[in-house]
């Protein structure tokens, strides 16, 4: 098993930052691609960003890009989602998630930013940005 632990998550004013952390545990020479994920209260999950633990490629949803950045420390099995010019439509439940080697994450690149190529799920934390 592999578990993900989600931190810095917190209300924040519109145009403001914050960094959020996952670290994983357990089964984690398993890892391919560490992600995240957010919802909203009645939105669909949707694909934030995602890094591959073996190379560093990374991929993101194209409602963050240039304004989020995900970074990786392998050694802590940790990664980082730096969020600046935050939104109030950035407000959601962030989700950390992880899929293994050998799912479809390895040999599709295009399923990086489908919830369902995901094994593992953190509890969520909550951020919510005012306007």
């Known amino acids: 098993q592999l578990q993900l632990v989600e931190s810095g998550g917190g209300l924040v004013q519109a145009g403001g930052s914050l960094r959020l952390s996952c670290a994983a545990s357990g089964r984690t020479f398993s890892i391919d691609v560490m992600g995240w994920f957010r919802q909203a209260p009645g939105k669909e999950r949707e694909f934030v960003a995602g890094?591959?633990?073996?190379?560093?490629?990374?991929y993101y949803g194209h409602i963050v890009k240039g304004r989020f950045t995900l970074s990786r420390d392998n050694a802590k099995n940790t990664v980082y989602l730096q969020m600046s010019s935050l939104k109030p439509e950035d407000t959601a439940v962030y989700y950390c998630?992880?899929?293994?080697?050998?799912?479809?994450?390895?040999?599709?690149?295009?399923?990086?930013?489908?919830?369902?190529?995901?094994?593992?799920w953190g509890q969520g934390t909550q951020v919510t940005v005012a306007s």
């Open positions: 998630a992880v899929a293994e080697e050998g799912g479809p994450a390895g040999y599709d690149s295009g399923s990086i930013y489908y919830y369902g190529a995901y094994d593992y």
């Open positions: 890094i591959r633990r073996s190379g560093g490629s990374t």
